[in-house]
């Protein structure tokens, strides 16, 4: 939950080098983060207490329309995933490395859904990708803010002098 309310912070910082590329994989990531709220509770309440009374209803099939929101969360993942990890890579973001992750991530989770012979697969990409998208957050964070100069029209004739131009009272040596 944290993620989804501290991810718009970190997309409005971001916004102007990630592009719309960067817009509509945030798009995606965030429809994901919303719908994985709506289903946890299931997978955190709903799910143990049908494990205790009937087994055979918790490890059967998914329901039809569960089946269909899972499959929309897997989907608003991947392509959010991959969308968001391009673009954080191509705008030069201090931690580029945080684009992979969410990139390979989000991979990992989707296929991990279809590859049932290695159990943890879906579990490490999302590891992953939140590592990313927590590492994006440190990366914006930690960031120096950008300030356009502009120069002066006197400021050559200042440090041609061997004045500062922070101050004319400074004389550089």
């Given at each position: ?30 429809l ?65 490395q ?53 120069s ?22």
């Amino acid at each position: 939950m944290a993620a989804s309310l501290g991810l718009p912070g970190v997309y409005l910082e971001i916004a102007k080098r990630v592009g719309k590329l960067g817009f509509v994989g945030f798009i995606f990531i965030f429809l994901f983060l919303l719908t994985l709220i709506g289903f946890e509770p299931v997978v955190a309440f709903v799910l143990p207490f049908l494990n205790a009374k009937a087994p055979e209803l918790a490890h059967g099939d998914l329901p039809p329309g569960l089946f269909i929101f899972m499959m929309f969360t897997n989907l608003f993942i991947l392509v959010g995933g991959i969308l968001k990890g391009i673009a954080i890579w191509r705008s030069r973001i201090t931690f580029r490395q945080t684009g992979w992750a969410i990139l390979i991530g989000s991979v990992l989770s989707f296929v991990g859904n279809f590859v049932p012979a290695i159990p943890f697969l879906t579990d490490l990409g999302f590891i992953l990708f939140f590592i990313g998208i927590m590492g994006l957050a440190v990366a914006v964070w930690s960031e120096q803010p950008v300030t356009e100069f502009q120069s002066a029209p006197n400021q050559r004739k200042c440090l041609s002098n061997g004045y500062s131009r922070i101050s004319p009272h400074v004389r550089i040596n």
